[in-house]
């Protein structure tokens, strides 16, 4: 899990970032704070009909907040690859707007975590946000240039960059656990720092990539599916809740990205494309999942539903795009190259 979320930080392109600006912005935060917003006021009455865990009810509806708010941006490229839409405008919007949403998912959920071990209290609440600040300027000060420098070490070999690299996103990840953050925070700064690096970094480690996303991620996902009880849904109350908390999450996504793209003047059926690619979250939801369940603050009934939006959002966003993306017109304007 650890290696599969620092890859997913290599993969991110800051570059990319700042150059789609402030469209990518109004995209990214209104695709955030809508289905946050949303999963936090549907959390307090979920947690009271079906929450049976050991968190307080306040950690619950944050922590549904984040389970709505995030996307896989490991989906959305692929999806976006296999279509032929990483370089037009809404698939770079896309990306970027994936970028930010797995960046606040991951602040966001070590906030939380922490919260769920220490207590619901301003102090804890304070500590945490700290910690998560200092994290973040210890990364842009120190770890960059160390980072580099490990990687210098390697002389071009790709077998020792592969080994530093799995290496650091562990120590890093230890790092943040040690700090009484969530240890998957660590594993994905680490891995955004690595990406720094260039093309350099991400070629150099594709063979670790080969083995994480062919034999681990695989085992993770089994082990995952593990934990799902189907026969919960056969509960009248469980599907209820199971078919509310997805329906919000998908409306959530959709209106917070259709409404950033077209105060961006983006058309409507460019709005709805991202909406789409966003609504998939896939891997990163299913991590989510997992840690709330290991830290008790969701039960087998919420942790099942977690995890059935998870699946349904990503088998639904390639149609849905391609439905899209039909009625885009193509133009040199919105082709990026």
Known sequence: MLLLVGLTGIELDFALVRRRGRTALRVSLSGLVIPLALGIALGYPLAKILYTGTADTT?????????????????????????????????????????????????MLS?????????????????????????VLVAVVVGRPVVRAV???????????????????????AGTQALGLEAIFGAFVCGALIGTSGEFARARTASLRTVVL?????????TAGLRVDLRALAN???????????????FGKFAGAYLGARLSRLSKWEALALGAGM?????????????????????????????????????????LLRMAMKRVEYTEENSCT
């Not at 509806?61 to 037009?88: E, Q, W, Y």
């Not at 207590?119 to 700290?130: E, H």
């Open 59 to 107: 950690v619950f509806a944050l922590f549904l907040g984040v389970a709505m708010c995030v996307s896989a941006l490991p989906v959305i490229a692929k999806t976006l690859m296999d279509m032929n839409l990483i370089h037009r405008n809404v698939g770079q919007l896309t990306l970027v707007a994936g970028v930010v949403d797995d960046a606040f998912g991951w602040f």
């Open 111 to 135: 906030v939380v975590s922490a919260m769920a071990v220490g207590g619901l209290t301003t102090g804890k609440v304070a500590i945490a946000l700290v910690s998560l600040l200092l994290v």
């Open 151 to 173: 990687l210098r070490l390697s002389n071009g070999s790709e077998e020792r960059t592969v080994a530093m690299a799995a290496a650091m996103i562990l120590l890093a990840a």
């Open 214 to 222: 062919a034999f681990l991620a695989p085992l993770f996902f089994a």
């Open 236 to 250: 009248p109350k469980v599907l209820a809740a199971a078919l509310i908390v997805l329906a919000v999450a998908i």
């Open 279 to 319: 609504n998939a979250r896939g891997v990163i939801e299913v991590i989510v999942a997992m840690v709330g369940l290991r830290l008790g603050i969701l039960d087998t009934n919420s942790y099942t539903i977690i995890v059935l939006v998870a699946v349904v959002t990503s088998v639904m966003a390639p149609p």
